[in-house]
């Protein structure tokens, strides 16, 4: 159907700088290709626990098809409190929780309550493309802070220079373990950031959703030091291998949740009743948690075997501390190409679909995502075949 021609200028003009989902866009082009192994999304290849699957069918005989209370049942808001101490040792009630529509509505609540149009927010790199896509929806100023010469760890002192030269800066994203690079941050590089951050006036949005993926230390949450500037967000989706069930949180001081709440409240007005259910036996239940463990130690092997194979090829890889991500640089006879061609040519001549760096800033033209949530057949395949095409 074609749009009335007169309408066709008028949208939001923001959206003229968005397309849409660099990851998505070239999942689509490597889709196209036939016989592809893609490891291009980052999704757990697992099916949702049994357990969790069985309380939503619970939940829907139970009729539980009614609007919830909006900011999430309480039993849920209090599994995640609960949750929250156990893990990371963080205090939050029930009511400094929100339940979202997965981390993708808690980056977009959070980001809407915090700015106002010309507001500058600082963004940690490479970062997941919704930050930027939000922050151009609100019509901030984004300025980012690059960490590509230093194994993708953001230094204390570039936090510092950056939160000086953006003295009015309203907040700051950092997401870790990180996705594109699978880099994390020890509990002494947490303390250290966090000494920094403490020391301005801005929201720190701590971006956690892999924070229960670790494979070399224990995740610590920026929440543990300044809590009353953090804004924590997290999920169910990859922990729990629950994307497609949309349930994520916000853990933050309850003056923050009641302005985020607002946002929340008249964008989705809550997350479906029955998946709330369903989400607190994912929290709640030891087999569930056992099911967790094995799919990180499934991670940690895929890791294991691809790391060290890849790196004998050539590749330079950082030491990898949590999620299901390989970022590895660009091998130096095909730099020239830059990451978009590259990883073009590795979808058409070894059938190996990848995500190009730039889709995570443009400062990381030299690298490509590898995400390692598939099989391990299909691992072994890849690897093979990228090994036939570097040598060939
Ligand atoms: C860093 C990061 N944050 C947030 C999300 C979105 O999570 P959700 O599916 O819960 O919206 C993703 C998904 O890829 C992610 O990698």
């Not at 490597?30 to 939940?59: C, M, N, Y």
């Not at 808690?106 to 919704?130: C, K, L, R, W």
Request: proline letters at 3%; one cysteine or more.
């Amino acid at each position: 159907m074609e749009i009335k021609k007169s309408l066709e200028n008028k949208f939001n003009t923001s959206l003229a700088n968005l397309t849409g989902s660099p990851i998505r866009e070239f999942d689509r082009y490597a889709s196209s290709i036939e016989g592809i192994i893609k490891l291009t999304l980052g999704e757990p290849d697992f099916d949702t626990a049994e357990e969790v699957k069985e309380a939503a069918k619970r939940a829907l005989d139970n009729n539980r098809t009614h609007y919830s209370v909006n900011n999430g049942i309480a039993e849920l808001r209090t599994a995640w409190a609960k949750n929250l101490e156990k893990r990371y040792n963080l205090n939050y009630s029930p009511d400094e929780i929100i339940v979202t529509i997965g981390a993708s509505a808690a980056i977009e609540h959070t980001i809407s309550a915090v700015t106002n149009e010309g507001d500058t927010i600082i963004v940690v790199t490479p970062y997941f493309s919704a930050y930027e896509g939000v922050g151009i929806l609100n019509k901030c100023n984004i300025k980012f802070i690059d960490t590509v010469d230093n194994g993708f760890k953001v230094l204390p002192s570039d936090l510092e220079k950056a939160l000086e030269e953006n003295k009015d800066a309203k907040a700051i994203l950092i997401n870790y373990p990180n996705n594109p690079s699978g880099v994390s941050y020890t509990r002494e590089e947490v303390k250290a950031i966090a000494d920094v951050l403490g020391k301005y006036d801005i929201f720190v949005i701590s971006d956690e959703i892999y924070g229960d993926i670790t494979y070399n230390y224990k995740h610590t949450s920026l929440a543990e030091f300044i809590p009353e500037q953090t804004v924590l967000i997290s999920g169910l989706s990859k922990s729990h291998a629950m994307t497609g069930w949309r349930v994520g949180f916000i853990a933050a001081p309850l003056a923050m949740v009641r302005k985020i709440g607002v946002f929340h409240l008249f964008t989705v007005s809550g997350a479906a009743t029955f998946i709330q259910d369903a989400a607190v036996v994912a929290l709640n239940d030891e087999n569930v948690d056992k099911y967790n463990k094995h799919m990180i130690e499934t991670y940690r092997e895929r890791k294991d075997y691809m790391v060290p194979k890849l790196r004998e090829l050539g590749f330079e890889i950082p030491e990898i501390d949590g999620a299901f991500y390989i970022f590895a640089k660009i091998p130096a006879k095909y730099r020239d190409l830059g990451a978009m061609e590259f990883c073009k040519l590795l979808a058409k001549e070894a059938r190996v679909g990848v995500i190009p760096g730039t889709a995570f800033g443009s400062a990381y033209n030299d690298f490509f995502r590898i995400s390692y949530a598939t099989s391990i057949e299909n691992i072994k395949e890849a690897v093979e075949r990228i090994s036939q095409f570097m040598n060939k």
